[in-house]
Nanobody
Framework: QVQLVESGGGLVQTGDSLSLSCAAS????????MGWFRQAPGKEREFVAS????????DYADSVKGRFTISRDYAKNTVYLQMNSLKPEDTAVYYCAATGYSEGGTYSSTNAYMYWGQGTQVTVSS
């Protein structure tokens, strides 16, 4: 069993940066692909970024490519999402997610993930 806890959300202005963190409790972290998703009010949850179990591969939604960076720190059992050049349309609750055992690769579908955090709010004002 894996427990995930996100932190780092807040209120910022257009063009600002934020860094989100997701702390994982279990040893499964080392063999799981990780992902970030977001959900705005009245909309369905959407893919943001994913990183393979080794950290060697990453994938991003077109809407955030070039602005966001996903990374992981195995010593800290933590995955990060660095968000730059934030826009009002980035406003959402951001969720960290983990697959079960993964042989490799990245995943953009919510169906690929077994474990989810509680979410952290990111609000970008104009």
């Amino acid at each position: 069993q894996v427990q995930l806890v996100e932190s780092g959300g807040g209120l910022v202005q257009t063009g600002d940066s934020l860094s989100l963190s997701c702390a994982a409790s279990g040893r499964t972290f080392r063999t799981a692909a990780m992902g970030w998703f977001r959900q705005a009010p009245g909309k369905e949850r959407e893919f943001v970024a994913s990183i393979s179990r080794s950290g060697g591969s990453t994938d991003y939604a077109d809407s955030v490519k070039g602005r966001f960076t996903i990374s992981r720190d195995y010593a800290k059992n933590t995955v990060y999402l660095q968000m730059n050049s934030l826009k009002p349309e980035d406003t959402a609750v951001y969720y960290c997610a983990a697959t079960g055992y993964s042989e490799g690769g990245t995943y953009s579908s919510t169906n690929a993930y077994m474990y989810w955090g509680q979410g952290t709010q990111v609000t970008v004002s104009s």
